[in-house]
């Protein structure tokens, strides 16, 4: 992705032209994003910015869709219809998913396409958005959606649910409810039965444990991705 969205129009188009030169040949696909995404990330705070820049404009999407084309196909484009980074309180972000539709005519209507949609677009800044405005946006072209404060936020859950419940076995390097002696990096059971001693091993502070339960959480929130943005089961 290139995001030169804070730039003037005309160095966004020409630099993004310039490396997509570069990768035509190898048919790398690249991103480039029109319009500037509102709130913050990676330091770069957009939460004070006006509110006509949140909307990518037609003429905007025409511009680096014709000169991008001439290059190579391989390209997307993230334009702004009111997203931003983060997530809020419902009614405090006003998406226009519709706005695309308007784009894609635009397009299609000045280049002569027999596409009704000849535009590749990227949806950002879409963590804590509906469901219905994810398949809005898909609809009209959307072939890329970005979750990443949805997915931080999953992979924080796995761990933060594994601390709290073996809290009592993560206080200290030694000791536990088991034993003032047990250690609790790795804990070996032992439990005689009636035919057999059951061995069980148990890891509280390994972070291959609680790391793999953030795992475990985010990829339920990836599969619960894919199933709103229709692309479960497809390649």
């Known amino acids: 992705m290139i995001d030169l969205s804070a730039e003037e129009v005309a160095f966004n188009v020409d630099t993004t032209a310039k490396y997509l030169e570069r990768a035509a040949p190898m048919k790398l696909w690249i991103e480039t994003e029109l319009g500037v995404t509102g709130g913050e990330e990676d330091g770069v705070n957009n939460e004070s910015i006006d509110n006509d820049s949140l909307y990518t404009q037609p003429a905007d999407i025409l511009n680096v869709y014709s000169r991008l084309s001439r290059i190579s196909p391989y390209f997307s484009i993230a334009a702004a219809f009111g997203n931003v980074h983060g997530v809020y309180k419902p009614g405090n972000v006003r998406l226009h998913p519709e706005l695309l539709s308007k784009h894609q005519e635009h397009v299609a209507e000045k280049i002569a396409s027999s596409d009704a949609k000849p535009v590749f677009f990227v949806f950002h800044g879409g963590s804590g958005s509906s469901v219905e405005e994810f398949k809005t946006a898909i609809s009209y072209g959307v072939v890329k959606v970005n979750i990443d404060t949805d997915t931080q936020y999953a992979f924080l859950q796995g761990i933060r649910d594994y601390i709290l419940a073996k809290k009592d076995y993560l206080l200290t390097q030694v000791g536990n409810p ?12 032992a439990k005689p039965s009636f035919q057999h001693t059951q061995i069980t091993l148990f890891r ?15 990829v339920q929130r990836v599969l619960q991705a894919l199933e709103d943005f229709n692309a479960q089961g497809q390649l």
């Open 178 to 189: 088991e034993g003032g002696d047990k250690p609790n990096k790795k804990y070996i059971s």
């Open 204 to 218: 509280y502070y390994d972070p291959r444990v609680w790391v793999r339960e953030g795992e475990k959480t985010m």
